[in-house]
Nanobody, 128 residues
């Protein structure tokens, strides 16, 4: 059984930083992708970033490019999302997700329609 667990959410002032971590236990592949989506109240879930374990490809949503950094963790199928210069519009529940497939390609943000493994989500609130 695959379990995806996020950690590191919280409350931060605008301009501050937070780092989210994700671990997908029980997934015994190393050529897949892992990444983050988020959902704000009243809005649709949207892609944030993804990382390909197969070729190291990285993708970012335009709204976070230049502020967020995704990096593979030390253990297999772990990933960290460093979020800098946070804005109130970044407030959302952040979900880590993965699959056996290498989905971090050009249409990565559409992969949420079929990705199998999701965490419970980590709340990030940016407010003064």
């Amino acid at each position: 059984e695959v379990q995806v667990v996020e950690s590191g959410g919280g409350l931060v002032s605008p301009g501050g930083s937070l780092t989210l971590s994700c671990a997908a236990a029980g997934l015994n592949v190393d050529d897949n992708s892992i990444g983050w989506f988020r959902q704000a109240p009243g809005k649709e879930r949207e892609g944030v970033s993804c990382y390909s374990n197969k070729d190291g490809a990285i993708r970012y949503a335009e709204t976070v490019k230049g502020r967020f950094i995704i990096a593979r963790g030390n253990a297999k199928n772990t990933v960290n999302l460093q979020m800098n210069n946070l804005k109130p519009e970044d407030t959302a529940k952040y979900y880590c997700t993965t699959d056996e497939a290498d989905w971090c390609g050009a249409q990565w943000y559409r992969a949420q329609e079929y990705l199998k493994y999701w965490g419970q989500g980590a709340q990030v609130t940016v407010s003064s």
